[in-house]
């Protein structure tokens, strides 16, 4: 699965590891990985920035305290579930019954729904503001996504997808971050990169229209 290659990098293989030991140490994961505390610590850095892990001081005995780390409830939505294919099977049969249109129908409902919750929440004063909670909302949804600035806009990458699977046989799943990218943030974007076309994320390149007072 697609989705897949999020584990296949370092910060996936320590969300794994923490998955099955629970808690640890960046010196316990280094001796792990083989790769040292500080290399190990960079990593478990950006993912607490993403809300998948969480940092919390333990006594080891008589010695000074030791900083464990532990996956968030968060980091659970990341790990492949059954979802997808259930998914996949429903939209199938809608698609066999009622036709390709009922299947677009279904994700313009979704995407409707989903740019409206958006924009409640997007109450940043700015546009990178703006990227920036939508990011976050994506992290919510168990998509490990982050921002950068680059020239003219922003790229938004999502380095996994719970439905990057469904969306090879049903491409209209994609239309709704579409939608939700042109509804909330306006101006223009342009996907350059897609995990259900065979890349290693899915990556936005966005120009956005700038916040009026």
């Known amino acids: ?30 001796k792990v990985f083989g790769l040292s505390p500080n290399a190990i610590r960079q990593q478990l850095v950006v993912l607490e920035r993403d809300g998948l892990v969480v940092e919390r001081s333990v006594r080891r005995g008589p010695t000074k305290p030791t900083y464990e780390f532990s996956l968030t409830p968060d980091a659970e939505k990341i790990f492949p579930q ?6 996949g099977a429903v939209l199938r049969e ?41 990011a976050g909302m994506l992290r919510e949804q168990g998509v490990v996504a982050e921002y950068d600035s680059i020239d003219g806009g922003f790229a938004l990458q999502e380095h996994n997808c719970p439905y990057s699977e469904v969306a090879k046989e049903n491409p209209e799943v994609c239309s709704v971050i579409h939608n939700v990218i042109d509804r909330t943030l306006g101006g223009r974007h342009v996907q350059t990169d897609s995990l259900a076309a065979g890349g290693d994320r899915c990556r936005f390149e966005l120009q956005v229209d700038p916040v009026r007072p």
């Open 1 to 30: 699965m697609q989705a897949d290659r999020f584990f296949q990098t370092t910060r996936g293989k320590i969300v794994a590891e923490l998955r099955q030991c629970r808690t640890a140490s960046a010196v316990d994961l280094a």
């Open 82 to 87: 059954q979802y997808d294919k259930m998914l």
């Open 94 to 134: 809608v698609r066999e019954r009622f036709g390709p249109e009922a299947v677009g129908d279904v994700f313009d409902g979704i995407a409707k729904r989903a740019t409206e919750k958006a924009r409640d929440r997007m109450t940043a004063p700015d546009a990178e503001g703006k990227v920036a909670q939508l």
